[in-house]
């Protein structure tokens, strides 16, 4: 079951009601209505707030598809350079883990950290999975 708008990162709950009027209420919904350029144009039009952060909101419930990436392995991810499906799958694993612990240390993102197999699980999902988004 695909995640509510109002969890993803960077959603705030006055964002969440654009979304909402524009009957968008989930992740898989957010994908659906932002596939291309031209349809994250119209919407952002639509809702009066800029591309970019429709192309932003739309990466992350990308991400979301992946089992595993909740809200603070995904500000991790973000923060190692990972913002979409596509990117997380051209990872090696044991690179972007030791990446997200150097990260952690330094700028303390999350309580704990996602384990090796976790990231080796993630990059797998991020590989099989069908591409959403067009760029």
Same mark, same amino acid.
């Given at each position: 079951?695909?995640i509510?708008?109002?969890?993803?990162?960077g959603?705030?709950?006055?964002?969440?009601?654009?979304? #909402?009027?524009k009957?968008?209420?989930n %992740?898989? #919904?957010?994908?659906?209505?932002?596939?291309?350029?031209?349809?994250?144009?119209?919407?952002?039009? #639509?809702?009066?707030i800029?591309?970019?952060?429709?192309?932003?909101? %739309?990466?992350?419930?990308? &991400?979301?598809?992946?089992?595993?990436?909740?809200?603070?392995?995904?500000?991790?991810l973000?923060?190692?350079?990972?913002?979409?499906?596509?990117?997380? %799958?051209k990872?090696r %694993?044991?690179?972007?883990?030791a990446?997200?612990?150097?990260l952690?240390?330094e700028?303390?993102l999350?309580?704990? &950290?996602?384990?090796?197999?976790a990231?080796?699980?993630?990059?797998? #999902?991020?590989?099989?999975?069908?591409?959403?988004l067009e760029?």
């Amino acid at each position: 079951m695909a995640i509510t708008v109002l969890k993803l990162k960077g959603m705030s709950a006055e964002l969440g009601g654009l979304f #909402q009027g524009k009957k968008i209420f989930n %992740a898989d #919904q957010l994908l659906e209505a932002a596939t291309t350029p031209a349809a994250r144009k119209i919407l952002a039009e #639509q809702m009066g707030i800029s591309v970019q952060a429709v192309l932003e909101l %739309a990466n992350r419930a990308d &991400l979301a598809r992946v089992k595993g990436i909740g809200g603070v392995f995904s500000d991790l991810l973000e923060q190692a350079g990972v913002d979409t499906i596509a990117e997380l %799958a051209k990872r090696r %694993a044991d690179n972007l883990y030791a990446k997200l612990v150097e990260l952690n240390k330094e700028k303390s993102l999350a309580g704990r &950290l996602p384990t090796l197999s976790a990231v080796e699980d993630w990059i797998a #999902q991020a590989k099989a999975l069908p591409r959403k988004l067009e760029y």
